[in-house]
T-cell receptor, first 113, second 112 residues
Framework: QKEVEQDPGPLSVPEGAIVSLNCTYS??????FMWYRQYSRKGPELLMY????GNKEDGRFTAQVDKSSKYISLFIRDSQPSDSATYLC?????????????FGQGTTLQVKP | DVKVTQSSRYLVKRTGEKVFLECVQD?????MFWYRQDPGLGLRLIYF???????EKGDIPEGYSVSREKKERFSLILESASTNQTSMYLC???????????FGPGTRLLVL
C-alpha cells in the first residue's frame, strides 16, 4: 500500500463548478500537507500549505485536513479553464529534518468552458 | 522570486551514454532534490542533498548518482543511460524541513 493515495482521474468539470480533489494517507506522523499545481510540461508550483488539521482558504481555493480520517482535500470554487492542470498532494513528517516530501500520484483536472 | 533552473528542457541521448542534468537555485537553499515523474507513477525521489557534499538516496537511486560541490548546484548523473530512464526529471530546493519546496521547469529526457 502506498503511503499517499490519490485518484489520478482525469476529472472533467464545466466552468464554474466546484471541484473537490482528495488524498488519503496511512502514516499518522504526517503533520504538514501541501497541494501543488502542475501545468502541462512545467514543474509543480505550490498552491496551498497547511499544518496539522483544519481549513485554510486562499481566494477560490480551500485546503482541508482531517487527521483523524487521514484525509486531505482541495476545493476549487468557481472553477476556470485556467485551473486545468494536474494537482499533486504532498506530505511531510512532523519530525523530518531532511525536507523529504511524499507525493500523491496527482489528479488531472480539465475545466471545460 | 525563488528561481530553480535546469540546464536543459529537452534531451535526447543514446543507450550507454553518460548524461549530466544540472540544477541551480538562487536562494541559498540548504536542501536540494532530484525526482523523476512518470505517468501513473507520480513523483519519485531519486536523491537529495541537505548540504554541500552531502547526499542521501531516495526511493529509486539505482542507475543514478549525484554531485553537490557548491550549495547552489545539484547535478544528477546517469552513468550509462538506459531506455527505462526515459522520463521527466524535476529538480527542487527548499530552505529546510517544513519550508516551501520550489521546483524547476523539468527536463524531458529521451533515451534511444
Amino acid at each position: 500500500q502506498k503511503e499517499v493515495e490519490q485518484d489520478p482521474g482525469p476529472l472533467s468539470v464545466p466552468e464554474g463548478a466546484i471541484v473537490s480533489l482528495n488524498c488519503t494517507y496511512s502514516n499518522s506522523a504526517f503533520q504538514y500537507f501541501m497541494w501543488y499545481r502542475q501545468y502541462s510540461r512545467k514543474g509543480p508550483e505550490l498552491l496551498m500549505y497547511t499544518y496539522s488539521s483544519g481549513n485554510k482558504e486562499d481566494g477560490r481555493f480551500t485546503a482541508q485536513v482531517d487527521k483523524s480520517s487521514k484525509y486531505i482535500s482541495l476545493f476549487i470554487r468557481d472553477s476556470q479553464p485556467s485551473d486545468s492542470a494536474t494537482y499533486l498532494c504532498a506530505m511531510e513528517h512532523g519530525s523530518s529534518n531532511t525536507g523529504k516530501l511524499i507525493f500523491g500520484q496527482g489528479t488531472t483536472l480539465q475545466v471545460k468552458p | 522570486d525563488v528561481k530553480v533552473t535546469q540546464s536543459s528542457r529537452y534531451l535526447v541521448k543514446r543507450t550507454g551514454e553518460k548524461v549530466f542534468l544540472e540544477c541551480v537555485q538562487d536562494m541559498d537553499h540548504e536542501n536540494m532534490f532530484w525526482y523523476r515523474q512518470d505517468p501513473g507513477l507520480g513523483l519519485r525521489l531519486i536523491y537529495f542533498s541537505y548540504d554541500v557534499k552531502m547526499k542521501e538516496k531516495g526511493d529509486i537511486p539505482e542507475g543514478y548518482s549525484v554531485s553537490r560541490e557548491k550549495k547552489e548546484r545539484f547535478s544528477l548523473i546517469l552513468e550509462s543511460a538506459s531506455t527505462n530512464q526515459t522520463s521527466m526529471y524535476l529538480c527542487a530546493s527548499r530552505t529546510g524541513a517544513q519550508e516551501t519546496q520550489y521546483f524547476g521547469p523539468g527536463t524531458r529526457l529521451l533515451v534511444l
